[in-house]
């Protein structure tokens, strides 16, 4: 994949340049001469707008493979006069599009207030596994996000937020399973992954049974457009267990509690007495099934000797108090496979 480089300021430049050139047509004015590179990806995806001010913007990316605009919420370092790194952090099973986000549920605009990075992450793409399907599906529409994660956007950051081509990739719960297949498809393209409270398993009966949990239950999807039936090969090729040797190369890091109570489970951080509820009783669910996939991957990779980070909490459910704090206790390894 080809790597593009800018200015620390280009972002607002290709924001002015790109309203210019739309403007000045209807004007009867000619072409602007010098006029900074587009950011475009190959396949002709490309940055359409940036809004917002300051450190914290939403760029807007057509994305060519799903013919449709994708925001992109982005965090910048403080310092923008040199190249950086690239932090995907992405959000869970909601795709962002609802409350349970980075940005609402934990301290990462803070947190990462001080690191030399670009942190990105996309809003769309809810109950999809960010991976590409194969049919449009009439709830959940067109995903081709293994595409737009892996050959339009880099391309579009590196131009536009000026970075150095050094990415990795962070996620929690369904996008915990994603940035390992991510790693598969694209190898070099991120130095690391970190999966916190993911199942890596999908050709198994009880990865099928999460997936469609996730898909079809909360998402009102169809696994028949994701991968097909359930014995159709594609559930295999998007089995990072089974396809483990591919992540030979890149730095892997994963996390998973056991389902049982811990500091995070108190009416104060879950809302109220029934949030909590919820919390402990689907969540500790959610995260005993984690600690499964999360051992069964732990095992293949030491079966191929493939070397990993795993922490196995020794409590926890599927919430975010946990997932704020995996983001802090992996950070220095994260930042290690960057390079800063």
């Known amino acids: 994949m080809p790597k593009f480089r800018g ?23 000619g072409a602007v001469a010098n006029a900074e590179p587009e950011a475009v990806a190959p396949n002709g995806s490309k940055l359409e707008r940036i809004d917002g001010t300051g450190r914290e913007v939403t760029a807007y990316v057509y994305s060519a493979s799903m013919d ?18 690239t932090l995907y952090l992405l959000n869970g099973a909601g795709g962002g599009e609802d409350s349970a986000t980075w940005q609402r549920r ?13 942190v ?33 956007l880099p ?18 719960s369904m996008t915990g399973t994603s940035v390992l297949n991510l790693a598969i498809k694209a190898p070099g393209l991120y130095k690391s992954v970190a999966g916190y409270s993911g199942c890596a398993e999908t ?18 999807g169809d696994t028949l457009n ?4 359930t014995d159709d090969p594609a559930w295999v090729e998007n089995d990072p267990v089974v396809n483990a040797e591919k992540l030979r190369g890149t730095q892997i890091y994963v996390s998973t509690g056991n389902g049982l109570p811990g500091p995070h489970e108190t009416v104060e951080q879950a809302g109220s007495p029934a949030a909590l509820a919820n919390q402990m009783l ?29 922490d196995f909490r020794p409590n926890g459910t599927h919430s975010w108090g946990y997932w704020e704090d995996d983001l802090h206790k992996s950070w220095p390894w994260i930042a290690n496979t960057l390079g800063i």
């Open 120 to 152: 990105v992450t996309p809003v769309g793409g809810a109950f999809s596994y960010y991976t590409d399907w194969r049919n449009d599906d009439p709830k959940l529409g067109r995903n081709k996000w293994t595409t737009f994660l892996t050959e339009e």
């Open 155 to 172: 391309p579009i950051i590196d131009t536009a937020f000026d970075g150095n081509g050094v990415n990795s990739l962070a996620a929690i």
């Open 282 to 310: 689907l969540g500790g669910a959610i995260e005993g099934a984690t600690l499964l996939c999360t051992t069964n991957l732990a095992k293949r990779l030491e079966e191929l000797q493939i070397p990993a980070t795993f």
């Open 226 to 229: 994701m991968w097909g039936p």
């Open 203 to 220: 050709s198994t009966e009880a990865g099928q049974t999460y997936i469609k949990l996730v898909v079809e239950s909360r998402g009102g």
């Open 68 to 85: 449709k605009t994708i925001p992109v919420k982005i965090q910048l370092p403080a310092d923008t006069s040199v190249p950086r790194p």
């Open 7 to 29: 200015s620390g300021r280009r972002f607002g430049r290709i924001a002015a340049v790109t309203a210019a050139l739309t403007v000045l047509p209807l004007l009867g004015v």
């Open 106 to 118: 934990t301290d990462v605009a803070e947190f990462m207030a001080d690191k030399p990075v670009n």
